[in-house]
DNA sequence: AAACGCTCCAACCGCATGTTC
DNA sequence: CGAACATGCGGTTGGAGCGTT
């Protein structure tokens, strides 16, 4: 791992099932939260980031384990047509997936299998450096809720905001001539779906229908 | 069997934003 | 109001595991 050497005090590297076990009951008995308690009451030598992630994203019971079905590989599809790189709104939309998850399959099989290019998208903030300049905005409020499910209020409204922004853009363009595609980071690969007027209608639908189906 | 290369994914880092005092 | 702390996000790294030579 990165910086192996670490500084004394917190163990990096993989979760042994001991501290797995400590951090799960911690968590079962205080509840989320205080992330940075954790170390000092539970005895365990990890830094209250690394807690946070290691629930969220593998101990959390709402996360979901396994190969990412045709469905939802289509999912991340036309959400990151839509967001670009903004994980945590991705997941936000695919039950049980976190952004870590979404984001190492985006990378290690989507993006192959689409021929996309590892350049910056034009308008759907992929990058860091756009996503952080769109300050609060780009902010996405996660909450699990009691079923496991995880609910994304921000994130909700921004991708209406974003849907609408499409539509609008994709009414523009398609009034002119030609269909644009939304970001230009999608070679051989356009869905006329996304490119509808009734865009959002037609996404939420296929999100609702998918969801029926889970 | 050993060496090597590649793939995949868990975990880390840096930074921005949100919250508390 | 501002500093300190907590949380969350996206990019990146590195090592385990597997296939190939």
């Not at 670490?6 to 205080?34: A, F, P, Q, S």
């Not at 709402?62 to 045709?70: I, L, T």
């Not at 990151?80 to 290690?108: C, E, F, M, Y």
């Not at 496991?148 to 909700?156: L, Q, T, V, Y």
């Amino acid at each position: 791992m990165k910086g192996a050497a670490g500084n004394g005090e917190h163990r990096r590297g993989l979760w042994t099932v001991e501290e797995d076990r400590i951090l799960t009951d911690h968590v079962r008995v205080h509840g989320k939260g205080k992330w940075n308690r954790i170390p000092k009451l539970t005895g365990l030598k990890r830094c209250g980031k690394s807690c946070r992630l290691r629930w969220v994203n593998y101990l959390s019971p709402g996360v979901k384990r396994g190969v990412f079905s045709e469905e939802e590989d289509d999912l991340i599809i036309r959400l990151h047509k839509l967001l670009g790189n903004r994980w945590s709104l991705i997941a936000g939309r695919v039950p049980g997936r976190t952004d870590n998850q979404v984001k190492n399959h985006w990378n290690t099989h989507l993006s192959k299998k689409l021929g996309v290019k590892q350049r910056k998208c034009k308008i759907n903030a992929s990058s860091s450096k756009s996503s952080k300049e769109s300050g609060a905005n780009s902010r996405t409020e996660l909450k699990s809720n009691d079923d496991g499910s995880i609910s994304c209020r921000k994130g909700e409204a921004e991708i209406h905001n974003v849907m609408e922004d499409s539509s609008e853009k994709v009414r523009e363009t398609t009034s002119l001539q030609d269909p644009v595609l939304i970001g230009d980071c999608y070679d051989n690969f356009w869905d006329p779906y996304l490119c509808a007027p009734n865009l959002m209608e037609f996404l939420d639908q296929s999100l609702d229908l998918f969801w029926d189906g889970m």
